[in-house]
């Protein structure tokens, strides 16, 4: 078990984090609200969960420690796996998740691309008791990373498995959002806004 991973940022793609430790590149999957705090170049430190598989070993990175286990909490439902977990984390933050299922919100995980009304329903059924309660501390989004917003916010969607005009309308859709924000927006909340519309098309 890998339970981090620290060291100098040594390239960032818009789902990945490579990080430096030791001499050797490791390449991290993160989500967009991750990506946004770390910069090329820069010492980073992200809490992470090592996923094992036949076929792979996927290194998954976290802002802090409670993501991660919130992401290894999600993924003792069943039929989710690490790539929904994500997913979910990137449209919504643990506490927001917590709330979500502490509530019976349906709509704030049918939110989640992948994850329709039964699904929701099952999902909340057998987190109910699992997640905990809201701590109550939202973490704070950072600013975009040296890509642009627009390719950034693009490539997350197709990662999310939208198809690239879904991505080029929902990226249309929050352009106004974004250019009110001024200077380099906070991918994170982009992100929400961009799922939200393509929820409401679909």
Request: with cysteine; charged share 20%.
């Amino acid at each position: 078990m890998i339970a981090f991973v620290s060291g100098p940022v040594a390239a960032l793609a818009p789902t990945t984090a490579v990080i430096e430790v030791g001499g050797i590149g490791m390449a991290v999957q993160c989500t967009p609200d991750t990506l946004s705090g770390l910069r090329v170049g820069q010492e980073a430190r992200l809490a992470t969960s090592l996923v094992v598989r036949e076929d792979s070993l996927t290194l998954y990175g976290f802002a802090d420690d409670d993501e991660r286990q919130v992401f290894e909490l999600l993924q003792t439902a069943s039929g989710v796996g690490p790539r929904l977990a994500q997913a979910m984390l990137a449209v919504h933050s643990p506490d927001a998740l917590r709330a979500a299922v502490a509530s019976g919100d349906e709509k704030a995980l049918t939110a989640v691309p992948g994850i329709g009304k039964k699904g929701a329903q099952k999902l909340l059924l057998e987190l109910k008791d699992r997640l905990g309660a809201p701590t109550g501390t939202a973490p704070a989004v950072g600013s975009a990373v040296t890509a642009s917003w627009r390719d950034q916010l693009h490539a997350a969607l197709l990662g999310l498995g939208y198809a690239t005009r879904e991505a080029d309308e929902a990226v249309a859709a929050v352009t106004p959002q974004a250019e009110a924000a001024g200077g380099e927006p906070p991918i994170g909340q982009l992100l929400k806004a961009a799922l939200q519309t393509l929820n409401r098309t679909r």
